[in-house]
């Protein structure tokens, strides 16, 4: 893909190499990164933060070059991509962005907010489901702002035959030809999507033509466009169109070849002519000027626009309004009874005003996930009627894993805090998309409601068991399970404010009751004491819907003599944070831990001596049947906590389960 690469960076894309965050640049994304290579000699070439010697450092520990595209770690890379279909997502993302902050802040005369988002895309990534997923909402959304380059590589080819349009089958995969497993009509599949697809028949010489394509994409305004790219994969080499050349290195002699071929000198290595260099710093100079007038506009629209002005420099900063969370919720004990994901709603009604950065949506559950602010006008074309570009409500459809991967892209962006909604236990058709929030520090907020056995009914199909432990166990991922009304606000707090962690709130379908002892500044925290006792005989431990449960057990504890202090933990992550002697002052030495919770006891270990909870999968019926199904009642917890008592009597004081030789 080098010509199409060298033609549109050098003739289309809009952006600075001296400052790789301009806020109105266009956007690229490789979203089959395993061709990064091609990425940091760009880069390198135009003059951003990659020398020569970082592309010798190719693949090796440490540099600034390492086997896909990371964001964060190498100038100029927006996103990180590598599995395959991620890429293409986030780049519809990107472009929501923008449609969408030019909707909000965009006044005559001034376009300040009009960047592209082009995306390179191949065969792999086109038979994921997360990128069918995010090109069909793409079509219904008329993202004119967005350029999809499909890499349609084939096998080589003789001079008597010629290119078929339709014939997808010739293309090249790890595997070889895709005649085995892919053979579909992309270009069809596109076009019923609602783009535009454009061609490029010889993407391996015809300059001339690869500009036109892109010319023609840049003014279709309603579609998204797609240029089907025909390529040979290893042009020019030995092995060109076939697989031998997909993921290993070419040898020696083929290597020489190749250079020959292209006029470079056989023997030697990383050789770049100063004209090359002097060709690409033209960009750029471009690039700079475009920044500068860009700031001298931002400059006027502020005198013009002072309020829309102050707002929009606050979101590119990356700053909170001052405040804002003087309009989180709080609540004391005699406040009715409601369920978490209720309480979610309220607390977003109560802070969507002074946050007009959170662009939301839910997988077709809005009325079950309660994420739609009252009042709030959905993200729509407005050529449809249902609403406009400068909605914050995005209806996803039934598309979690584009709805995560995508919300990765609106955050990538910049000025935009995303929050998604599912059922907790469809989070994981979004995984792919969870785990790359978490690696690249997306500040993607998951409303995951219908979150244990407590949601009755539609049983283990639904009910999550194993969801929690795999969220847990992810890597700067923050897993909230509230207890209350106090806990869910501190909760959306932390995941306001964390700029560079994911979050997933797990909310109840029943109702819970707001619990004496809790507030929104010690549940910030992570964990705390919410029932104290001195010289106790037992702790319990619990999250979510289970601290009642807890804090009933212990009351029938207490009437037999047992004194049991009941520890809150709604987020293991946030908890982790909190220094040493506060930990161990909440699970402390000296007397046994149980813990408790409606889910699997994986992880549990760390925080408790003993672990209670669900062994396998739940059942459907009565939520309160269920959880008498599986002992989780006040009665049975009481009953497990005296045996708990019983065992470790006598085998001398206890040292808290957070005490270890390792601390990773």
Same mark, same amino acid.
Request: hydrophobic residues 40%; glycine residues 10%.
């Given at each position: 893909?080098?010509?199409?690469?060298?033609?549109?960076?050098?003739?289309?894309?809009? @952006?600075?190499?001296?400052?790789? !965050?301009?806020?109105?640049?266009?956007?690229?994304?490789?979203?089959?990164?395993?061709?990064?290579?091609?990425?940091?000699?760009?880069?390198?070439?135009?003059?951003?933060?990659?020398?020569?010697?970082?592309? !010798?450092?190719?693949?090796?520990?440490?540099? /600034?070059?390492?086997?896909?595209?990371?964001? &964060?770690?190498?100038?100029?890379?927006?996103?990180?991509?590598?599995?395959? #279909?991620?890429?293409?997502?986030?780049?519809?993302?990107?472009?929501?962005?923008?449609?969408?902050?030019?909707?909000?802040?965009?006044?005559?005369?001034?376009?300040?907010?009009?960047?592209?988002?082009?995306?390179?895309?191949?065969?792999?990534?086109?038979?994921?489901?997360?990128?069918?997923?995010?090109?069909?909402?793409?079509?219904?959304?008329?993202?004119?702002?967005?350029?999809?380059?499909?890499?349609?590589?084939?096998?080589?080819?003789?001079?008597?035959?010629?290119?078929?349009?339709?014939?997808?089958?010739?293309?090249?995969?790890?595997?070889?030809?895709?005649?085995?497993?892919?053979?579909?009509?992309?270009?069809?599949?596109?076009?019923?999507?609602?783009?535009?697809?454009?061609?490029?028949?010889?993407?391996?010489?015809?300059?001339?033509?690869?500009?036109?394509?892109?010319?023609?994409?840049?003014? *279709?305004?309603?579609?998204?466009?797609?240029?089907?790219?025909?390529?040979?994969?290893?042009?020019?080499?030995?092995?060109?169109?076939?697989?031998?050349?997909?993921?290993?290195?070419?040898?020696?002699?083929?290597?020489?070849?190749?250079?020959?071929?292209?006029?470079?000198?056989?023997?030697?290595?990383?050789?770049?002519?100063?004209?090359?260099?002097?060709?690409?710093?033209?960009?750029?100079?471009?690039?700079?000027?475009?920044?500068?007038?860009?700031?001298?506009?931002?400059?006027?629209? #502020?005198?013009?626009?002072?309020?829309?002005?102050?707002?929009?420099?606050?979101?590119?900063?990356?700053?909170?309004?001052?405040?804002? *969370?003087?309009?989180?919720?709080?609540?004391?004990?005699?406040?009715?009874?409601?369920?978490?994901? !209720?309480?979610?709603?309220?607390?977003?009604?109560?802070?969507?005003?002074?946050?007009?950065?959170?662009?939301?949506?839910?997988?077709?559950?809005?009325?079950?996930?309660?994420?739609?602010?009252?009042?709030?006008?959905?993200?729509?074309?407005?050529?449809?009627?249902?609403?406009?570009?400068?909605?914050?409500?995005?209806?996803?459809?039934?598309?979690?894993?584009?709805?995560?991967?995508?919300?990765?892209?609106?955050?990538?962006?910049?000025?935009?805090?995303?929050?998604?909604?599912?059922?907790?236990?469809?989070?994981?058709?979004?995984?792919?998309?969870?785990?790359?929030?978490?690696?690249?520090?997306?500040?993607?907020?998951?409303?995951?409601?219908?979150?244990?056995? &407590?949601?009755?009914?539609?049983?283990?199909?639904?009910?999550?068991?194993?969801? @929690?432990?795999?969220?847990?166990?992810?890597?700067?991922?923050?897993?909230?399970?509230?207890?209350?009304?106090?806990?869910?606000?501190?909760?959306?707090?932390?995941?306001?404010?964390?700029?560079?962690?994911?979050?997933?709130?797990?909310?109840?379908?029943?109702?819970?009751?707001?619990?004496?002892?809790?507030?929104?500044?010690?549940?910030?925290?992570?964990?705390?004491?919410?029932?104290?006792?001195?010289?106790?005989?037992?702790?319990?431990?619990?999250?979510?819907?289970?601290?009642?449960?807890?804090?009933?057990?212990?009351?029938?504890?207490?009437?037999?003599?047992?004194?049991?202090?009941?520890?809150?933990?709604?987020?293991?992550?946030?908890?982790?944070?909190?220094?040493?002697?506060? /930990?161990?002052?909440?699970?402390?030495?000296?007397?046994?831990?149980?813990?408790?919770?409606?889910?699997?006891?994986?992880?549990?270990?760390?925080?408790?001596?003993?672990?209670?909870?669900?062994?396998?999968?739940?059942?459907?019926?009565?939520?309160?049947?269920?959880?008498?199904?599986?002992?989780?009642?006040?009665?049975?917890?009481?009953?497990?906590?005296? !045996?708990?008592?019983?065992?470790? /009597?006598?085998?001398?004081?206890?040292?808290?389960?957070?005490?270890?030789?390792?601390?990773?």
């Amino acid at each position: 893909m080098a010509p199409v690469a060298h033609v549109l960076f050098s003739r289309f894309l809009n @952006a600075n190499p001296k400052n790789s !965050k301009w806020f109105n640049r266009d956007r690229f994304v490789l979203s089959n990164g395993h061709a990064c290579a091609l990425q940091y000699v760009l880069l390198h070439l135009l003059g951003y933060k990659l020398s020569l010697d970082d592309l !010798k450092a190719f693949r090796q520990l440490g540099s /600034k070059t390492p086997g896909h595209p990371e964001a &964060g770690h190498t100038d100029g890379i927006e996103v990180t991509t590598g599995p395959l #279909g991620q890429g293409f997502a986030n780049g519809v993302g990107l472009a929501i962005a923008q449609a969408h902050l030019a909707a909000v802040y965009n006044r005559e005369g001034f376009n300040l907010i009009n960047n592209f988002t082009y995306v390179f895309t191949g065969d792999g990534c086109l038979m994921e489901g997360v990128a069918s997923e995010a090109a069909s909402l793409a079509g219904h959304l008329q993202l004119g702002n967005l350029v999809v380059i499909y890499d349609d590589n084939r096998k080589h080819i003789g001079p008597l035959e010629v290119y078929s349009l339709t014939a997808s089958h010739v293309d090249i995969s790890i595997d070889g030809d895709t005649a085995v497993a892919f053979t579909e009509n992309v270009e069809q599949r596109f076009l019923s999507y609602g783009w535009q697809v454009l061609h490029v028949n010889d993407g391996d010489n015809d300059l001339a033509a690869i500009y036109n394509a892109i010319a023609e994409a840049r003014k *279709e305004s309603t579609k998204p466009t797609m240029i089907r790219l025909r390529t040979t994969i290893g042009y020019g080499s030995k092995q060109q169109g076939t697989h031998g050349v997909h993921g290993a290195p070419l040898k020696a002699d083929d290597v020489a070849a190749l250079k020959t071929k292209f006029n470079f000198a056989p023997d030697q290595t990383f050789q770049v002519p100063q004209a090359t260099y002097d060709f690409y710093t033209e960009f750029g100079k471009r690039g700079a000027e475009l920044e500068a007038k860009w700031n001298a506009d931002l400059t006027a629209y #502020g005198q013009k626009y002072p309020i829309e002005h102050a707002e929009l420099a606050r979101r590119i900063a990356g700053e909170l309004p001052a405040d804002w *969370e003087k309009s989180l919720p709080v609540y004391k004990p005699s406040d009715p009874a409601v369920a978490s994901r !209720k309480l979610s709603e309220i607390v977003l009604t109560a802070i969507a005003p002074a946050l007009p950065e959170l662009l939301g949506g839910s997988a077709d559950l809005t009325g079950s996930n309660l994420t739609k602010v009252k009042g709030s006008v959905d993200f729509q074309p407005p050529s449809t009627r249902l609403g406009t570009y400068a909605g914050t409500y995005i209806r996803y459809g039934v598309r979690e894993h584009a709805m995560g991967a995508i919300a990765n892209g609106l955050h990538a962006y910049g000025g935009i805090i995303p929050f998604v909604a599912t059922f907790l236990n469809f989070v994981s058709y979004a995984s792919g998309a969870v785990r790359l929030s978490a690696l690249s520090g997306h500040q993607v907020i998951w409303v995951a409601t219908h979150d244990s056995i &407590g949601l009755g009914e539609d049983g283990p199909t639904h009910q999550p068991v194993e969801t @929690a432990i795999a969220l847990r166990a992810t890597p700067n991922l923050n897993f909230w399970r509230p207890a209350d009304g106090n806990e869910t606000s501190a909760a959306y707090y932390v995941a306001v404010t964390s700029k560079h962690t994911p979050s997933v709130l797990s909310l109840s379908r029943q109702n819970l009751p707001n619990l004496e002892g809790s507030s929104v500044q010690v549940a910030r925290r992570g964990g705390y004491v919410l029932h104290e006792e001195a010289d106790e005989d037992l702790t319990i431990v619990s999250t979510g819907s289970e601290v009642a449960i807890a804090l009933e057990a212990a009351g029938k504890l207490k009437a037999e003599g047992i004194k049991t202090r009941v520890v809150s933990l709604p987020s293991w992550f946030t908890f982790d944070q909190q220094d040493e002697e506060y /930990k161990l002052s909440v699970l402390r030495d000296g007397a046994p831990v149980l813990s408790l919770e409606a889910s699997s006891t994986a992880g549990w270990a760390k925080y408790s001596h003993e672990q209670f909870g669900l062994a396998a999968w739940g059942a459907s019926g009565p939520y309160q049947k269920v959880y008498e199904k599986f002992g989780i009642t006040g009665s049975n917890i009481a009953t497990v906590g005296k !045996k708990v008592v019983e065992f470790y /009597k006598g085998k001398g004081p206890l040292a808290s389960p957070l005490r270890k030789a390792i601390h990773l």
